[in-house]
């Protein structure tokens, strides 16, 4: 069965950087776009980044784009984000999530359980 | 962007009602829209994609219409297992957005 699990949140101070990954399973990993996607506490959900499936399209949200980045490593079944600058309103919980296509169909038919992250000083 | 507007925030119904969520989008999408459900705690599910095809494994209880600027989800009888917030999205261009959601609580 498919699988998409996170890992690498925690609370890091306001301007420091984190990686996120997301280890999945159960599906050909290196023929499906993915996506970041995040969720603040109480609020509604936010898209945040989209990666092809060779990692040579690439989409992001204004309030990530500059600071954010997204790989992935189709060796190691892997999806990646990068995050710089961190600002407080970056404290979410985060999910990667499997498009349908290798490029974007533009919705997800799989969600990992989420990695909380709490930017705070 | 494409700005996603859903209605209403929050309904109170109850079992064995139908429910109708809407969803309007800011300009034209044709019918990339999809729906989801959230429990808390847990990460979204699919319900719909293409504004009206049923994710494999959905009980047929859900439904979506719509094309253009308006769509519609329905339950049309709630079960105690539907409670839940659910939103729409478009998927017709990046960046990719969301509604606000529309929370399902019990009557």
């Known amino acids: 069965q498919v699988q998409l699990v996170e890992s690498g949140g925690g609370v890091v101070q306001p301007g420091r950087s984190l990686r996120l990954s997301c280890a999945a399973s159960?599906?050909?990993?290196?023929?499906?776009?993915l996506h970041w996607v995040r969720q603040a506490p109480g609020r509604g959900l936010e898209w945040l980044a989209f990666?092809?499936?060779?990692?040579?399209?690439?989409y992001y949200a204004d309030s990530v784009k500059g600071r954010f980045t997204i790989s992935r490593d189709n060796s190691k079944n892997t999806l990646y984000l990068q995050m710089n600058s961190l600002r407080t309103e970056d404290t979410a919980v985060y999910y990667c999530?499997?498009?349908?296509?290798?490029?974007?169909?533009?919705?997800?038919?799989?969600w990992g359980q989420g990695t909380l992250v709490t930017v705070s000083s | 962007d494409i700005q996603m507007t859903q209605s209403p925030s929050s309904v109170s119904a109850s079992v064995g009602d139908r429910v109708t969520i809407t969803c309007r989008a800011s300009?034209?999408?044709?019918?990339?829209l999809a729906w989801y459900q959230q429990k808390p705690g847990k990460a979204p599910k699919v319900l719909i994609y293409?504004?009206?095809s049923l994710q494999s494994g959905v009980p047929s209880r859900f439904s979506g219409s719509g094309s253009g600027t308006d769509f519609t989800l329905t339950i049309s009888s709630l079960q105690p297992e539907d409670f839940a917030t659910y939103y729409c999205?478009?998927?017709?261009?990046?960046?990719?957005?969301f509604g606000g959601g529309t929370k399902v609580e019990i009557k």
């Open positions: 999530a499997k498009d349908t296509s290798s490029g974007s169909s533009g919705h997800f038919d799989y």
């Open positions: 159960g599906f050909t990993f290196s023929s499906y776009g």
């Open positions: 990666i092809s499936y060779d990692g040579t399209n690439k």
């Open positions: 300009q034209a999408i044709s019918t990339w």
């Open positions: 293409a504004a009206s």
């Open positions: 999205q478009q998927a017709n261009s990046f960046p990719l957005t």
